[in-house]
């Protein structure tokens, strides 16, 4: 079974609801990374000839349209992460269909001119936006990667595999991040903390057995994981072990899980869907 790489293409400092030094008007005047990460990412990627979706954020695409063309000259599939990286449900309608067409925009003006799959900032599609995904098929998107089963960002209850799910303009295939279990609580297994904590021959093995349940795994990653001496800044206890946790060695630990496992792009797992 083939799995889905994604990686979610944003720079160090796009942290949903940081304010102080971090904030929106702040970006422009902050060091960027995201070329520099990105590339390092690529060079893994190219290393196992793998293949990925690369969700891009509509701000990182407008500054760095060359690093899209980039990407998908690699051969990878390009989805939307969104524009400004606000969570989705602090959005009204108007303002996430706003969003998603200045990111299909800032896309198509660095060459790829259709855009069908979504992944929103911090797993923001839950049960606190119950209408985005209708807005998602209103713009045409088929595929969207942003319901998490797990507590926080999502909802524990959520199907942990590709499945249908229909809106007020057609239908959409989820496709949920991979999770485990650990201590009684689904943790995030294929990307974060979660994954950067974890033993290699672990992910590995947690892999293989939803593979041997028919269900493929979905990992993610961010440039900002890569970088070899990332700035730091003082974060809520809560978002400082989602940026920080686990990423020395990080490089090498995923290379050895891309390594024992196939992975490929999402849009073939939705013929997983049901």
């Given amino acids: 079974m083939v799995n889905g790489f994604s990686v979610d293409i944003e720079e160090w400092f796009h942290i949903c609801g940081v304010d102080g030094p971090l904030a929106f008007?702040?970006?422009?005047?902050?060091?960027?990374r995201v070329v520099e990460t990105t590339r390092r990412l690529l060079d893994l990627l190219a290393r196992h000839d793998v293949r990925a979706t690369f969700f891009i954020l509509g701000w990182v695409?407008?500054?760095?349209?060359?690093?899209?063309?980039?990407?998908?000259?690699?051969?990878?599939?390009?989805?939307?992460?969104?524009?400004?990286?606000?969570r989705i449900y602090e959005l009204n309608a108007q303002e996430f269909a706003d969003e998603l067409t200045r990111s299909q925009?800032?896309?198509?003006?660095?060459g790829v001119a259709r855009v069908e799959e979504f992944r929103a900032p911090e797993w923001s599609i839950n049960d606190r936006a119950p209408r985005a995904l209708d807005?998602?098929?209103?713009?045409?998107?088929?595929?969207?990667?942003?319901?998490?089963?797990?507590?926080v960002v999502?909802?524990?209850t959520y199907p942990q595999r590709p499945h249908?799910?229909?809106?007020?303009?057609?239908?959409?295939?989820?496709?949920?991040?991979?999770?485990?279990?650990?201590?009684?609580?689904?943790?995030?297994?294929?990307?974060?903390?979660g994954l950067r904590l974890s033993r290699p021959s672990s992910v590995v093995k947690a892999i293989d057995a939803s593979n041997r349940r028919g269900v493929p795994a979905v990992v993610w990653v961010h440039p900002w994981e890569?970088?070899?001496?990332?700035?730091?800044v003082r974060l809520p206890a809560r978002l400082w072990a989602a940026h920080y946790l686990g990423l020395s060695g990080f490089a090498g630990r995923l290379s050895d899980v891309v390594r024992r496992v196939r992975f490929g792009p999402l849009a073939p797992l939705t013929a997983y869907a049901s």
């Avoid at 008007?25 to 960027?32: A, I, K, T, V």
């Avoid at 799910?165 to 991040?177: A, D, W």
């Avoid at 890569?226 to 730091?232: E, I, K, Y």
């Fill in 164 to 193: 249908l799910r229909h809106t007020t303009s057609g239908p959409i295939v989820e496709l949920p991040p991979f999770v485990g279990t650990w201590m009684g609580q689904q943790v995030p297994f294929g990307g974060g903390w």
């Fill in 25 to 32: 008007d702040r970006w422009p005047s902050l060091p960027s």
């Fill in 135 to 151: 807005v998602l098929t209103a713009h045409g998107f088929r595929i969207d990667s942003s319901m998490a089963p797990l507590r």
């Fill in 61 to 86: 695409a407008e500054r760095h349209p060359d690093l899209v063309r980039e990407i998908s000259s690699a051969g990878h599939d390009i989805g939307s992460h969104g524009h400004t990286h606000r």
């Fill in 226 to 232: 890569f970088d070899p001496d990332p700035p730091r």
């Fill in 154 to 156: 999502g909802n524990p």
């Fill in 105 to 110: 925009l800032a896309l198509a003006a660095a």
